[in-house]
Structures are given as C-alpha cells and as structure tokens.
C-alpha cells in the first residue's frame, strides 16, 4: 500500500497524520514510512486487555512464573533493552513496561504495544539460550512494538472496510476497544507479521540488543537452534517469515554496523565495574 493513496480517500490531513515512522533510524536504518490511520490509544488498550487476560489465565491456571532465577533473568535483559528504546522512540521512556513468564512448553515470546513483554518457559528451556540469545528475542518482539506494526495491520483493516464500502467515517476509538469487530481483533493478535515488518523488527532488535551490551552475532547461533528444533517454533516464525537463509544474509549484513556499538557497550559496562 502506498500511502501516496490515501488522499483520495482521506484528504491531505489524513494523509499528514496516517503516514510516519515510529522510530528513528539509527544504525540499522530503518525508515520506512508507516501507514497509521488507528489510533495507537485504541491498540494499546485492546493489547493490554488481552495481555491482563493471558496473565490472569496463567496465574489461575498456577503458570505464572513470578520469581526464581529464571524470571529474574529475564526480568534483567529486559530492563536493560527497555533503557534504550527510547534511542528509537522518546515516548519509550514513558512505557509502563511488563514482562510475564507463563510456564508452558512454547517456543514463543511477544511484546505487546506499549511494552508489555510475554515470555514462555518452552523457549528458554528447550532451546537452552544464553544471555544474548535471550535479548535477541526479547529485542525483536520489542521492535515490533516499537514499530508499531501491530497498528499498521489493523490501519489496513480500516482501510479496506471503506474500500469495501462499509459505512464507516472514522477508525475505531479507545472507547471501542472492547467491542472491536473480529477483523481488528484478528489483524492485532493472529495475523503473521509481513516479511517486511520481521526484517525491520531484526535489524531494530538486534540495535538494540547491542546498544545493551549484548552480542547481536548470538542471532545466528539463535537461528540454528531454531532450524534444529524438532517441531516448536514462534509461530511468527514460519511460512509468511522470509526464508531462513535470507533472514541470516540480511542480519550478517547488519552486523558490521551493530558489532561496534556492541562493544562500545561493553567497554561502557566494564567501565562502570571498576
Ligand atoms: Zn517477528
């Protein structure tokens, strides 16, 4: 979709609201501009209802992990990716950033909109990561929040109900967040993430996982195990993914831009050690 369209539909204001990037674009460069015709309150409050619902299912099912060394881990990568987000985005600093652990054998992790961060004990144990296998993960779900790509899939949603005729003047509001109609809610919480918006959400994850001290070349060893692994995978990473091969090209790319400020990071912590 370009958004050199919207005009036609929604006039130059519309066009001059709906069509920005979220985020700087650092190191990584990314700087694509963003359909956006939802409002980002109605999708933070849709996301955070949800993310209370899964969290109150796994506390009553006796599967939120709330302490012990795992969860303390997670906890620590996560407040140190949470301190740079806002190198992407300034009102990162104002997220009212969460994390569950659910125990549940899941390879799989997410980072709702507005910082609230699920995590699966599956992905931990079976795939045995390290510290900065952990902040990869944990890094890519955060950028695709950060990027807002959620938002984008369901400004299509809305784009295409008016394309389709359905008489509607305006996107759904805060208000409505609980009566949303099943293509929003689809397009928000089941609908797979384009190629693109994985590519962007590596590039920016990693960035950010090195500009915490951790080494963005642990993806790799993170892919592998993910190749290896018998059957469980994130469910976004699957068909609609770019291919595997691809992915590790484009992330080896990266590297030498992200490689530095890694340990520019590093020497900063050591630094603060001694
Ligand atoms: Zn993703």
Not at 159 to 172: I, M
């Amino acid at each position: 979709m370009r958004c050199a369209r919207i005009p036609v539909l929604f006039g130059m204001a519309a066009m001059a609201a709906g069509c920005v990037s979220t985020t700087e674009p650092g190191a990584a460069g990314v700087n694509r501009q963003q359909l956006l015709i939802v409002p980002a309150s109605m999708v933070e409050r849709v996301a955070t209802l949800q993310y209370e619902r899964r969290a109150l299912r796994a506390l009553e099912a006796g599967r939120l992990v709330r302490r012990g060394p795992e969860y303390a881990r997670l906890q620590r990568i996560a407040a140190r990716l949470e301190a740079h987000a806002p190198f992407f985005r300034a009102d990162a600093a104002e997220w009212q950033w969460q994390l569950i652990l659910i125990d549940a054998p899941l390879v799989n992790a997410s980072c709702a909109p507005g910082g609230k961060i699920s995590f699966y004990t599956g992905m931990l144990r079976q795939l045995h990561l390290s510290d900065d296998e952990i902040a990869a993960v944990i890094g890519h779900e955060i950028a695709h929040a950060l990027r807002e790509h959620g938002r984008e899939r369901m400004s299509l949603v809305f784009l295409q109900e008016v394309l389709g005729g359905k008489p509607r003047t305006a996107p759904p509001t805060e208000k409505e967040a609980e009566t949303l109609t099943e293509p929003f809610i689809h397009a928000l919480f089941v609908a797979p993430n384009t190629q693109r918006n994985e590519i962007e959400a590596d590039a920016i994850g990693l960035e950010l996982a090195a500009r915490a001290g951790y080494d963005p070349r642990a993806t790799l060893e993170l892919w592998r195990k993910l190749q290896a692994h018998p059957q469980q995978r994130l469910p976004e990473f699957n068909a609609t993914h770019p291919s595997a091969a691809t992915r590790v090209q484009d992330i080896e790319a990266l590297l030498p831009r992200l490689v530095p400020l890694y340990e520019e990071a590093r020497a900063a912590r050591a630094d603060r050690r001694v």
